[in-house]
């Protein structure tokens, strides 16, 4: 061990690359002891990259192999994560596992942490994401003096369990929770636009807040991963404001109520109020006033959120917490998540999709240099 630090195992090595680097870093808690992967040229080159053993078969982990990270696709993605994660576990292997999984699978691996006396934890990964932590502090302070009035919140479906995580944990919880039926744009308007909506609506309730849902509906079967036009976007709206996580990665805007006090109906000149609140700015950040590019996303920000749920997992392993008390949380998230899907209905597949033109910001500004036609 380096450091005394116990000795962790990564399997899957598609997102797992994330938590690859994560355990890399000098904060983790654990130290890599292998890559669990089916053997590809890929795999073979991360573990001699890491200058660790690839293991193909979960009998090959070494039994001082505290933990395991399970980051391969369950049965909602049509892989095997769930029984993998029962295998490890069975052989008294912790286990953090990456989301999703049906609430039936994740019900099976509780089961197993139980009977085997390990520690399990489900992953939805924003919720470590630094400015996704930001906003759920802010929120929660927010929410400590002033009780919450509508919840705006838009994302893609690859994504819709984390956005309701974040807003469980934002909001202290989900119940109780309803939806209606989704708003589709009727037919004489949908034969006035050039190109199908992105997103659809769905109205309802959210930890006894009303909530109005957008979600992009729709992928490329042959390019999964791409084609969102963002993961998530939030507005807390209170009766001072609203916070505004803008981006998954950030900005996180905090903008004060419009309101006209009763004193500018006296005034010469209306900005000549003497209320307080005129004095705060109309928008302001809580944090960085931009967001980070993508390779300090999938560089830095991801594998720093791979290592706060790491910690997580090492707290639950030291504390001997039962895995049923977080797996009931999120048994009721697998639940959420299913109705709304359901109300939303398949998701609408196209396919070659080309790749996007993705602009800079200069793009925008007059006068500056025009940006290259690459995707």
């Known amino acids: 061990m380096s450091g005394g630090r116990p000795r962790i195992v990564v399997a899957g090595t598609k997102f797992g690359r994330i938590y690859l680097a994560g355990v890399a870093r000098p904060d983790s808690p654990y130290e890599l002891a292998g890559v669990l992967a089916r053997g590809s040229e890929r795999s073979a080159r991360i573990a001699r990259h890491y200058g660790v053993p690839l293991f193909t078969d979960p009998e090959q982990v070494p039994k001082d192999v505290e933990a395991c990270c399970v980051v391969v696709g369950a049965g909602i993605n049509g892989g095997p994560g769930a029984r993998l994660a029962q295998q490890l576990m069975a052989r008294g292997h912790h286990v953090l596992q990456e989301h999703p999984l049906h609430a039936r699978e994740l019900a099976d691996c509780l089961r197993t942490a139980r009977e085997h ?29 002033q009780r919450a009035l509508h919840i705006d919140a838009a994302c893609a479906f690859q994504v819709l369990y984390t956005l309701f995580d974040i807003l469980g944990r934002a909001l202290g919880g989900v119940r109780p929770w309803g939806f209606g039926e989704t708003g589709d744009l009727p037919s004489a308007l949908r034969d006035l636009a050039d190109s199908p909506p992105v997103y659809r609506s769905l109205d309802g309730v959210i930890a006894g807040v009303p909530c109005t849902l957008r979600l992009q509906n729709d992928m490329d079967p042959a390019d999964p991963d791409n084609h ?25 805007l905090w903008s004060p109520r419009p309101h006209m006090p009763d004193d500018m109906r006296e005034t010469v000149r209306m900005e000549q109020s003497q209320a307080a609140h005129f004095g705060h700015l109309s928008a302001e950040p809580l944090g960085p006033a931009t967001g980070p590019d993508y390779r300090d996303i999938l560089g830095e920000l991801w594998p720093e959120g791979a290592v706060g749920a790491l910690r997580a997992l090492r707290e639950d392993i030291g504390s001997g917490t039962d895995p049923g008390r977080d797996g009931q949380y999120h048994l009721t998230l697998c639940r959420l998540t299913r109705d709304v899907a359901d109300r939303f209905g398949p998701v609408r597949l196209h396919r070659d999709t080309p790749a996007p033109r993705v602009l800079p910001v200069t793009a925008l500004i007059e006068g500056a240099p025009a940006p290259r036609n690459s995707p």
């Not at 939030?234 to 981006?247: K, R, S, Y």
């Open 117 to 145: 006396r390990v520690a399990y934890r489900l992953n939805s990964h924003y919720v470590h994401v630094e400015p996704v932590r930001r906003f759920i502090a802010a929120a929660r302070r927010l929410l400590a003096g």
């Open 228 to 252: 969102t036009h963002l993961f998530h976007r939030i507005t807390l709206h209170t009766e001072g404001g609203h916070l505004t996580l803008l981006n998954t990665h950030g900005p996180l």
